[in-house]
T-cell receptor, first 109, second 115 residues
């Protein structure tokens, strides 16, 4: 099956710092989503981005489908950004999202 | 509009018991998927249902079953519970059968603990 690798596995930031999270995938996809799972377990949609670039406030994402990777940028990080960030993909004709192992982000004041 | 709603939020069962988890999709969404997330890992796909039919199944034993109702809500059933079934169970909905090119939206999950 399709493989999804996220890096780094853990990240500690000072409040106000910027960061880049990476997601590599092993096959062509037509669904790629970034999620933030908060400490209460809620899985929050950040971006649906099978290709191209999107921005939402302090967050932005870029997917280069031909090179099979996606990047999530977090600028001016806040303590509320803490949690686990998951990348998940689905290839054409599939019914399941395949998740990476996540990047655990801790933002300290 | 309401998002994906799941019930109950928390549940405690003992080994060997049976459990039923419930999910209501976003209004207008016809596809429902179930995922299991054990501590420290990403969610794992269990089932996808569309128009009351099972369209996909992950690598889970037959103790896991599900169904979808005419109003597109869904239930996940787990029989003969094992300690390893302790997890967060997530439900996701999307618009139609062509789920691979549509975003999935997740509920807050049911946290199941097996004693």
């Amino acid at each position: 099956g399709i493989q999804v690798e996220q890096s780094p596995p853990d990240l500690i930031l000072q409040e106000g710092a910027n960061s880049t999270l990476r997601c590599n995938f092993s096959d062509s996809v037509n669904n790629l989503q970034w999620f933030h799972q908060n400490p209460w377990g809620q899985l929050i949609n950040l971006f649906y981005i099978p290709s191209g670039t999107k921005q939402n406030g302090r967050l932005s994402a870029t997917t280069v489908a031909t090179e099979r990777y996606s990047l999530l940028y977090i600028s001016s990080s806040q303590t509320t950004d803490s949690g686990v960030y998951f990348c998940a993909v689905m290839y054409a004709g599939s019914y399941q999202l395949t998740f990476g192992k996540g990047t655990k982000l801790s933002v300290i004041p | 509009d309401a998002g994906v709603t799941q019930s109950p939020t928390h549940l405690i069962k003992t080994r060997g018991q049976q459990v039923t988890l419930r999910c209501s999709p976003i209004s207008g969404h016809k596809s429902v998927s179930w995922y299991q997330q054990v501590l420290g890992q990403g969610p794992q796909f269990i089932f996808q249902y569309y128009e009351k039919e099972e369209r996909g199944r992950g690598n889970f034993p037959d103790r896991f079953s599900a169904r979808q109702f005419p109003n597109y809500s869904s239930e996940l059933n787990v029989n003969a519970l094992l300690l390893g079934d302790s997890a967060l169970y997530l439900c996701a909905s999307s618009l139609g059968q062509g789920a691979s090119n549509q975003p999935q939206h997740f509920g807050d999950g049911t946290r199941l603990s097996i004693l």
